[in-house]
Nanobody
Framework: QVQLVESGGGLVQAGGSLLLSCAASGSFFRIDAMGWYRRAPGKQRDLVATITSSDSTNYADSVKGRFTISRDNAKNTVYLQLNSLKPEDTAVYYC??????????????WGQGTQVTVSS
């Protein structure tokens, strides 16, 4: 099994920055793609950013140019740098990872979420 633990959320003023981290632990062969999603109150969970094993990235239009996703494979960790934060960025942010628990058996795992609140 695999556990994903997010950290780094908090309260920040509009225009400020935060760095979110997500560390994977447990028993697995390798981690493929990783990503960040968010869910605001009363809304669905939406894509924020993804990063492949070859470091190809993809961003939601609403965060493009403001957020940056990266990963440290040696630490089994994915990061999300949030800059120029807006009140509409307020949400619970979830880490996701596609993990091979066996060489050719892949499953998607989710973290418990970390709260990001942006005040105006």
């Amino acid at each position: 099994q695999v556990q994903l633990v997010e950290s780094g959320g908090g309260l920040v003023q509009a225009g400020g920055s935060l760095l979110l981290s997500c560390a994977a632990s447990g028993s697995f062969f390798r981690i493929d793609a990783m990503g960040w999603y968010r869910r605001a109150p009363g809304k669905q969970r939406d894509l924020v950013a993804t990063i492949t094993s070859s470091d190809s990235t993809n961003y939601a239009d609403s965060v493009k140019g403001r957020f940056t996703i990266s990963r440290d494979n040696a630490k089994n960790t994915v990061y999300l740098q949030l800059n120029s934060l807006k009140p509409e960025d307020t949400a619970v942010y979830y880490c996701s990872a596609v993990v091979a628990t066996l060489p050719y058996v892949l499953n998607t795992y989710w973290g418990q979420g970390t709260q990001v609140t942006v005040s105006s």
